[in-house]
């Protein structure tokens, strides 16, 4: 199970998993963008619980379209 996976935890819980369980040596701006990810991919699971947000199909040509520039 991983931080994102555990919805009873609180931001600062979950946070603070996670952390735990990065490299000693990170740097701290690569650990601020982990948490900058991890509440990202929170908000769309949240988003997708209520049905908001756009499908699967078309996030994958909008990043697509992305990579390719």
Do not use: C, Y
Request: hydrophobic share 40%; no cysteine.
């Amino acid at each position: 199970m991983t931080a994102t996976d555990n919805f009873n935890m609180s931001s600062r819980e979950t946070v603070i998993e996670f952390v735990s369980k990065l490299p000693e040596e990170m740097p701290l701006a690569e650990i601020a963008r982990e948490i900058e990810l991890l509440a990202g991919i929170q908000t769309a699971r949240e988003q997708a619980r209520r049905h908001e947000g756009i499908p699967a199909e078309d996030a994958r040509k909008l990043v697509d379209s992305w990579a390719s520039k």
